[in-house]
């Protein structure tokens, strides 16, 4: 493989190196923020609400995934590529398989992402060779059973139920884990305690990379940029720029910030 591969991703983290992660839905950005030295492109089911102009990730079907995960695969030459398997389109083992066919064969994803402790799901895509990347905390595809978009894992039960969870994510199988929304002293736990590297958003700076939505962090997206984002166009005289502060930032442990933590 000329990119990355998820071996590439495991060794950093063995070597405390922070993997460095953004959202990608085009060949523009992708080349861009492959050229700046981004580690993974996730092209995640957020651009419902970005791209799409949805106020929640609902809408988006697994041919929307397809589309702008074959336009970012495309155009990159080093990032590693993971896309989101979109609401409703994992219930089963095999409705999993042939989604997740989906987004690697016509999409180029090189490893899938789904939401929740969904562990049979798991087993079963990471038995039929397809990498799997887990998602716990804020779960947006959850979002009208969670009531809104809100911190996850405050109370002590439902933060031993999120630790629980990540390891039989691991023990299932999956390479890698976003955690969105939680505390940091849990984040921090839960990235001591597996071996496969987490990444956070709203996770504070413990975990083993970190992830934004690209629109939030080059500040154009609509409404109110969530507290764990960054506004990195502030000091940057170009897009490039900014994505390259953004880069050495977590690099360098700089962010997140206390400030951009719970
Ligand atoms: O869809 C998305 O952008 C995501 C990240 C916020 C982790 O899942
Ligand atoms: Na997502």
Redesign the pocket.
């Known amino acids: 493989l000329k990119t990355l591969t998820i071996s590439d991703l495991a060794a950093m983290k063995r070597a405390g190196e922070k993997i460095s ?1 953004l ?1 990608a839905y085009d060949a523009s950005f992708s080349a861009l923020l492959d050229r700046a030295g981004i580690d993974v492109l ?6 419902g609400m970005v791209i799409q102009g949805h106020d929640s ?1 609902l809408p988006v079907t697994v041919s929307d995934m397809v589309y702008h995960s074959r336009s970012v695969a495309t155009a990159r030459k080093r990032a590693f590529v993971v896309t ?1 398997l979109p609401f409703a389109s994992y219930a089963t083992p095999e409705q999993a398989l042939l989604n997740a066919a989906s987004l690697m064969q016509a999409g180029g994803a090189q490893m899938v ?1 789904l ?1 929740g402790a969904k562990i049979e799901v798991i087993r079963f895509l990471v038995d039929q060779g397809i990498p799997v990347c887990g ?1 716990l905390g804020l779960l ?1 595809q959850s979002v009208n059973r969670l009531g809104g978009y809100k911190v996850q894992g405050r109370e002590a039960q439902q933060a031993r139920q999120i630790v629980a969870d990540a390891e039989k994510i691991e023990q299932a199988g999956a390479s890698l884990l ?1 955690l ?1 929304c939680v505390p940091s002293g849990l984040a921090a736990e839960i990235s001591q305690r597996l071996s496969i590297p987490t ?1 956070g ?1 709203g996770a504070g700076v413990d975990c083993d990379g970190q ?3 690209l629109y939030d962090m080059l500040n154009i997206s609509t409404g109110k940029r969530p507290r764990f984002s960054k506004d990195f166009m502030a000091d940057a005289s170009s897009i490039e720029e900014a994505v390259r502060h953004y880069h050495q930032a977590v690099k360098s442990a700089q962010f997140p910030a206390a400030e951009h933590s719970y």
Do not use: A, F, M
């Not at 996730?42 to 651009?47: E, P, V």
């Open positions: 992660c959202t996730l092209i995640g089911d957020s651009l990730t989101d992402k939401e998602h947006p976003v969105e990444i958003i992830v934004l939505v």
